[in-house]
């Protein structure tokens, strides 16, 4: 069993050695986890939002740092599965539902000594259970991890104007790129948080090829000069599977 969980949510230092994805995904990606020896825990969809998106972890699922978790209180099989590998598990305060913004209530997105998030729909368990430090950074979006791609504790890619506006304001280095293409079945276009994932402190992983994005060359540039590598979790053009969030690392 891995050893310690990471420390400050969604910025490994070392090689992630687990992760968890929604159970639709995780087939799709298996070839990748099993290459970078990265285990994949599987979480049920959720029974309360839209079908298109119930497989989305990070609608059901926040990392609050080390061993802590705040979860979705109606999938009591998620709660248990990070309740064996040793987590504290918090349940959320309110249930998922399928209309926004009752179905992003988990979405926030935490970096470094930051929450971003629409702090009005922001589930009372997480504000509750939150380290202290955490400075809050209010936005419209509630879809915030959705559509943040994390690259350091200080940088970020988005497609959300307003979010970038926010960030910028609080000293993050923000590249701000043109919303699409990115895949998710039945709608028009996914996310980039939620086609992105750190597998070390200088290693981001997408789940597939931006080669098509009009910004892909931006893209490209703000990560090399930020001395991190990428890797590609499959041959396929980039799709949102909700988040991949990292647990252990090695």
């Known amino acids: 069993m891995d050893k310690s969980f990471i420390c400050s949510p969604n910025l490994p230092k070392n090689n992630v050695s687990t992760v968890i994805i929604g159970k639709a995904y995780e087939s799709r990606l298996k070839n990748a986890f099993d290459r970078l020896k990265i285990r994949a825990i599987s979480a049920e969809p959720s029974r309360n939002v839209d079908n298109r998106i119930s497989n989305h972890i990070d609608l059901q699922l926040i990392h609050l740092g080390k061993n802590k978790f705040v979860a979705n209180k109606d999938n009591?099989?998620?709660?248990?599965?990070?309740?064996?590998?040793?987590?504290?598990?918090?349940?959320?305060?309110?249930?998922?539902?399928?209309?926004?913004?009752?179905?992003?209530?988990?979405?926030?997105?935490?970096?470094?000594?930051?929450?971003?998030?629409?702090?009005?729909?922001?589930?009372?368990?997480?504000?509750?259970?939150?380290?202290?430090?955490?400075?809050?950074?209010?936005?419209?979006?509630?879809?915030?991890?959705?559509?943040?791609?994390?690259?350091?504790?200080?940088?970020?890619?988005?497609?959300?104007?307003?979010?970038?506006?926010?960030?910028?304001?609080?000293?993050?280095?923000v590249l701000l790129i043109k919303p699409g293409y990115i895949s998710l079945p039945g709608y028009e276009y996914g996310f980039i948080g939620g086609a992105s994932v750190k597998l070390s402190e200088n290693t981001v992983a997408f789940t597939g090829k931006f080669d098509k994005h009009p910004d892909?060359?931006?893209?490209?540039?703000?990560?090399?000069?930020?001395?991190?590598?990428?890797?590609?979790?499959?041959?396929?053009?980039?799709?949102?599977?909700g988040s991949i969030i990292p647990i252990f690392e090695n």
């Open 76 to 173: 009591i099989d998620l709660v248990n599965i990070l309740t064996d590998y040793g987590a504290e598990v918090f349940v959320s305060e309110s249930s998922l539902d399928s209309t926004y913004p009752d179905d992003c209530i988990l979405n926030a997105c935490i970096i470094n000594e930051h929450i971003i998030h629409n702090l009005d729909i922001t589930d009372f368990a997480i504000l509750k259970n939150l380290n202290k430090s955490i400075k809050p950074i209010n936005v419209q979006q509630g879809y915030s991890k959705c559509n943040v791609c994390i690259l350091n504790s200080k940088s970020i890619i988005t497609s959300d104007k307003k979010i970038a506006d926010a960030t910028e304001r609080c000293g993050f280095e």
């Open 216 to 241: 892909c060359q931006k893209i490209l540039d703000f990560i090399t000069e930020r001395k991190i590598s990428i890797e590609y979790l499959s041959h396929e053009d980039i799709f949102d599977v």
